[in-house]
């Protein structure tokens, strides 16, 4: 059953292109995000293999995300009020729930590195045996540091510590910062590893990470910000699948936009 619905969300070509819209439980009604059902069937319409998002949304929108993989986080970070987030998690859904609204995979966050890790790594090892005794893929988002960690934590070795750390833990795929000699991350890493897209900034840059991410054996992305803040969310997937899928180049990606 685990591999059945890993397929759900990775294409034959064993990569996927995943856009996170799990945003409101930080920033609520963020920029781009205001309405969650146009930018599911925009992102749908532009090719994406899968959505990470919440409960709330996999519930209301049902309908918008049952033609596409769903990953749902069981997790959550302290909200943007006040403060910036300082990266506490706490669990507030498990594997019952996920399965209740057919989900294909949880999504649990653990951070290497931070004053959190022991707490996290944690979470992470027991939800994902808790998923696996129902056949359930974990996806562990491995952000090393933390989410506000300085650039020492988003070297290489940094990030093929906590990919390969989320591997041992059990999870079924890896979410991983980009970073240079992305090569040493996922040689080091024996499930598959896609990048996070982080705070949005430059399409050019971000198209090129994610083609050297590849080039580099990373199995796709998982991006939310750099997608529904663009001008066309629809037009921006496309260019992404068409990278991981199809291997285009960065200037061919990037005409996409333009044309």
Partial sequence: MTTRRMNRIFAAD????????DHGLIDGPCEGFEHPGEVIAAVVAGGADA????FGIA???????????LILRSDGAATNLGTPSTGSLSRFFGPEDALRLGA?????TAM???DKEAATLETLARTTAEAHRRGLPVLG????????SGPEMRGPDAVALAARLGAELGADFIKAPYCADYASVTSSTFVPV????????????????????ID???KGVAIGRNVFQCENPTAMTEAIVAVVHRDASVDDAIGMLEG
Wanted: no cysteine; hydrophobic share 50%; aromatic share 4%.
């Fill in 14 to 21: 064993g990569r996927t292109v995943i856009v996170a819209l």
């Fill in 51 to 54: 959505i990470l998002t919440s």
């Fill in 59 to 69: 519930e209301a929108y049902a309908a918008e995300l049952s033609a596409v993989g």
């Fill in 104 to 108: 294909d995979a949880l999504v649990v």
């Fill in 112 to 114: 290497p590195g931070s």
């Fill in 141 to 148: 988002e491995m952000v090393p540091g933390g989410f506000n």
């Fill in 194 to 213: 896609v990048i996070l897209g982080g705070a949005k900034g430059s399409e050019a840059e971000m198209l090129a990470n994610i083609r050297d991410a």
């Fill in 216 to 218: 580099a054996g990373a």
